[in-house]
């Protein structure tokens, strides 16, 4: 059981280059979100997604783009990439209503932007 | 939008003695998360409060929720060097977190021995 698998781990883009960051998970949650987490700012919430087919934005949407085709994958796109996204990108994943066993996170992605 | 604001903002704790941290919120709590990171790596799950004066235990960590006071407080008996970590609380808008979760800035805690 692999939970939340998110890809790459490392990343160096230059100013203006797109890329994806992957996140998938293999525990069959409806919910997944994605998070950045910068030094003195805790983890802020990007995007989120109730199912497949479902999006919706968070705390610090711009410059961001997902989509969920499927239950199992929630991709984040960066468009043109700005130094201000260099962060540590979370992804992480929960079921139900009640959510009691918490939402499960991935191990991260560092990203930096130059 | 939902604030969570934990303290202390970092910890300095001597190996063997308790400490407490504490999560206030801006709104009214329907469910909330602590967790544990590890510098450099992901967010363990620790336990999530769903009632007011609900309290639930994991190994030396116990962690109570004040619905009326719109707070939890996190407390570790007798710590160890494995208890060292980011400490993170979260919220959901609606209960089940089933639109992400708000974070805390989170409380950074070292254990000296």
């Known amino acids: 059981n692999a939970g939340v698998t998110q890809t790459p781990k490392f990343q160096v883009l230059k100013t203006g280059q797109s890329m994806t960051l992957q996140c998938a998970q293999d525990?069959?949650?409806?919910?997944m979100s994605w998070y950045r987490q910068d030094p003195g700012m805790g983890l802020r919430l990007i995007h989120y997604?109730?199912?497949?087919?479902?999006?919706d934005q968070g705390e610090v949407p711009n410059g961001y783009n997902v989509s969920r085709s499927t239950t199992e994958d929630f991709p984040l796109r960066l468009l043109s990439a700005a130094p201000s996204q260099t962060s540590v990108y979370f992804c992480a994943s929960s079921w139900g209503i009640q959510g009691a066993l918490g939402y499960t996170f991935g191990s991260g992605t560092r990203l930096t932007v130059v | 939008s939902q604030e969570l604001e934990q303290s202390p903002q970092s910890l300095i704790v001597q190996e063997g003695k308790n400490l407490t941290i504490n999560c206030t919120s801006s709104k009214t709590l329907y469910g909330l998360y602590w967790y544990k990171q590890k510098y450099g790596e992901g967010l363990i799950f620790l336990m999530m409060?769903?009632?007011?004066?609900e309290e639930k235990s994991h190994e030396k960590i116990t962690a109570k929720l004040d619905e009326k006071k719109q707070q939890s407080s996190l407390h570790i008996t007798a710590s160890q060097p494995s208890h060292a970590g980011i400490y993170l609380c979260?919220?959901?808008?609606f209960g089940g977190g089933a639109d992400g979760l708000t974070f805390g800035k989170g409380t950074h805690l070292i254990i000296q021995p």
């Open positions: 409060l769903q009632k007011g004066g």
């Open positions: 525990m069959n949650h409806e919910y």
């Open positions: 997604s109730v199912g497949a087919g479902i999006t």
């Open positions: 979260g919220a959901g808008a």
